[in-house]
């Protein structure tokens, strides 16, 4: 069964720091790695990965995934209130269509 | 429409009492799932549909639990003879394909007392 796990679990910084989170996998047929941002309700998608060691960045964030170790990070620079949020990241293999999912990271920066 | 919508966004029911929660995927979107999160869990995969044909149904938890889509767009989600371990938030989520990255919804909060 596909497995993902995230830490730290939850994570409280100063504004201004650099954050880095962490996810590790089981996957049988691996397809893609998702990061999502879940503030509230809805998670929002931040990327898609499917090869390792190419970067994905937008803004102050960026991802990177290795295939060989099974496991993704996601970094956060300079970090601002508004990036406290639940990071959520997911997996899919080519044997089915759905996501699995992590409990997430729980991330608040403090002012 | 610009997102994936949801309705209702809050549902208050008794025990055994059925209830219906809809989903307007992303317009030409012909990917759509239903995930449920419980209180600090991880979301949980329901079923997808890909087109109006749901291939897997095997996240549904029980046989009170359907799903339909018609005309490759809305969806509902009924769970019949609600019990109290189904209040969750019931999140739908759209895709171009079904290779392709998930849009969600604001969700639905169900609240069975």
């Known amino acids: 069964e596909d497995k993902v796990v995230q830490s730290p679990l939850s994570l409280v910084v100063h504004e201004g720091d650099t954050v880095t989170l962490n996810c590790s996998y089981e996957v049988t047929n691996f397809r893609s790695l998702l990061w999502y941002k879940q503030e509230k309700k809805a998670p929002t998608f931040l990327f898609m990965l499917?090869?390792?060691?190419i970067e994905k960045k937008s803004g102050r964030l960026s991802s990177i995934l290795d295939k060989k170790e099974l496991f993704s990070i996601l970094n956060i620079t300079a970090t601002q209130t508004g990036d406290s949020a639940v990071y959520l990241c997911?997996?899919?293999?080519?044997?089915?269509?759905?996501?699995?999912f992590g409990t997430g990271t729980r991330l608040t920066i403090i002012p | 429409g610009a997102g994936v919508s949801q309705s209702p966004s809050n549902k208050v029911t008794e025990k055994g009492k059925d209830v219906e929660l809809r989903c307007d995927p992303i317009s030409g979107h012909t990917a759509l799932y239903w995930y449920r999160q419980s209180l600090g869990q991880g979301l949980e995969f329901l079923i997808y549909f890909q087109g109006n044909s749901a291939p897997d149904k095997s996240g549904l938890p029980s046989d009170r639990f359907s799903a339909e889509r018609t005309g490759g767009s809305v969806s509902t989600l009924t769970i019949q003879r609600t019990q109290q371990e189904d209040s969750a938030v019931y999140l739908c989520?759209?895709?171009?394909?079904?290779?392709?990255?998930?849009?969600f919804g604001p969700g639905t909060r169900l609240t069975v007392l």
């Open positions: 997911a997996i899919s293999n080519f044997g089915n269509e759905k996501l699995t």
């Open positions: 499917t090869s390792s060691g």
């Open positions: 989520a759209s895709a171009r394909g079904i290779y392709n990255e998930q849009f």
